[in-house]
């Protein structure tokens, strides 16, 4: 059974920072990519960042420079730090593994919310 677990959102005012974390069992880890989404009330649903199994990453234009995404491969967790939090950055993020259409699974998600 395949489970991804979140954890670290909370509440926190502007220009303050998180740590994310997604831990998982259930798959062969290191063969997946790892992948934070978030999506806010009344918005779809989008990709924050990626690190692949190779260890490469990505960003979505608007968290570059802000947040950072880390895997550790011998403890199955995936990481988002995120720094300098804006307003904009309040969601419920999501932790997503991928390795095929078919082997795609989805944390419960965790709730960030950046206000004064």
């Known amino acids: 059974q395949v489970q991804l677990v979140e954890s670290g959102g909370d509440l926190v005012q502007p220009g303050g920072s998180l740590r994310l974390s997604c831990a998982a069992s259930?798959?062969?880890?290191?063969?997946?990519?790892m992948g934070w989404y978030r999506q806010a009330p009344g918005k779809q649903r989008e990709l924050v960042a990626l690190?692949?199994?190779?260890?490469?990453?990505s960003y979505v234009d608007s968290v570059k420079g802000r947040f950072t995404i880390s895997r550790d491969n011998t403890k199955n967790t995936v990481y988002l730090q995120m720094n300098s939090l804006k307003p904009e950055d309040t969601a419920v993020y999501y932790c997503?593994?991928?390795?095929?259409?078919?082997?795609?699974?989805w944390g419960q998600g965790t709730q960030v919310t950046v206000s004064s």
């Open positions: 997503n593994a991928k390795f095929s259409w078919s082997r795609n699974y």
């Open positions: 259930g798959i062969i880890f290191s063969a997946y990519d």
């Open positions: 690190v692949n199994s190779g260890g490469s990453t």
